[in-house]
DNA sequence: GGGATCAAAAAATCAGACTTATACATCACA
DNA sequence: TGTGATGTATAAGTCTGATTTTTTGATCCC
């Protein structure tokens, strides 16, 4: 997305950098880059700072700019997910966040469950319904869809910013579940029952069910990638 | 933190945003700004472009530097998350993160059960027995210490990098509620000791134990915030 | 060898000119 | 009167070159 020359260059240097193709500690030096990359040492110094923002590098008078080690990164920021997602350690990026939605939406669905208004539910129900409709016969986008839909209904309806904004996350992983490895055939259809059911105890209010038939689900996914169920 | 002076223009303006002074769609010009903080205009694009990575605004052509509003914001940047603790709705933010805290750290207990080191077995304990030791006699900042170095060796044992990603965010929490509100007095005995006994699951690699009884301390979390156990 | 001094390097800052996209108003035409 | 093309002012975007500041590493002196 070039929001400006600036943005261009970040979308080649981010996947760079969290690729790891230049490992912790090398040094860039702003003037290089800007040459390297065809712009002016204004534009260089914003995407620059982006990613100092990203602490994905640090940015030191007379050493240049270093590459930070991955332990330091600001692993929840959406751009660096999807950096990390579209590059070489997909597979393990994707385990990372699959385990974290096993800790968040059982809790976001019981939550939910206290919370989720009246339309709310409603569209919980019609994806779930959407969900079955398309769970046999290779329709695997127009699952995908209403699979995103409902999972992203449910963090949103939890009243949780935090949850709320994971809401991206788990698209990514989902559309990248689908879209890679996994499901090369039609979903389980206990899985899918699953989200029926979830949506059923959201619209009761019983936080308890919601929760643990949440658990199921993800514990599925966890399966799905090896995963051991904790 | 001023590194740099557009590190110093963003102590100002980065809290002033996220405490709502702007409110969504308000808009910013770069050169007013620039006046303003008395700074060059490439300085102050410069952090135009941090706040800009982070969702807080959006800069146009023709328009200026607009507010987005608190849903867009990456509310997982742990700049934005100290820059909320530090204003007005500290409160809000505390019991945000805290619900987090509660779906997150019983799940990287119980994957620390099955991945922790015997060095970090062994920091663990040490860590209880701190907690255990300044229990007593009003001894909060050693306390304190002891606390956030438990949790953040429990979210770095569980071996996933987006757990461990959150120990400054457990920690800034810890600190905020001792330093605030709650937590006049010294810390219940049962909590305590509640952390004595996840070290010793961990310690015996009994995941599900240790899950149950992080669960038990966050749930005391997030009843001392008046918050509904889900 | 250890501390003070100095010089080079790279980022940091500033100033000013120029470019570009675009929101908004204006106008012509149906 | 409504609709679409045209024009224009505006604020961000970009580039360039000069200048400042900080810091590293070397050099020198004791």
Known sequence: MGRGLHGRVLDTLGPEITAGEYPPGSVLRTDELAQRFDVSRSVMREAVRVLESMHLVESRRRVGVTVRPRAEWNVYDPQVIRWRLAGADRAHQLRS??????????????????????????????????????????????????????????????????????????????????????????????????????????????????????????????????????
Chains 1, 2 share one sequence.
């Open 97 to 230: 966040l699959t385990v974290l939605r096993s800790a968040v939406e059982p809790v976001a669905a019981g939550l939910a469950a206290r919370n989720a208004t009246a339309e709310q539910c409603a569209e919980l129900t019609e994806c779930a319904l959407g969900m079955v409709a398309n769970s046999r016969g290779h329709r695997l986008e127009q699952y995908l869809r209403h699979d995103i839909a409902f999972h992203r209904v449910i963090l949103n309806a939890s009243g949780n910013e935090m949850f709320a904004r994971l809401g991206d996350v788990v698209a990514e992983v989902l559309a990248g579940r689908t879209h890679h490895d996994v499901m090369f055939h039609d979903p389980d259809p206990p899985a899918v029952s699953l989200h029926v059911k979830v949506a059923e105890a959201v619209r009761e209010g019983d936080a308890g069910l919601a929760e643990r038939l949440t658990r199921e689900i993800t514990v599925g996914a966890l399966q799905e990638l090896d995963i051991l169920a904790p």
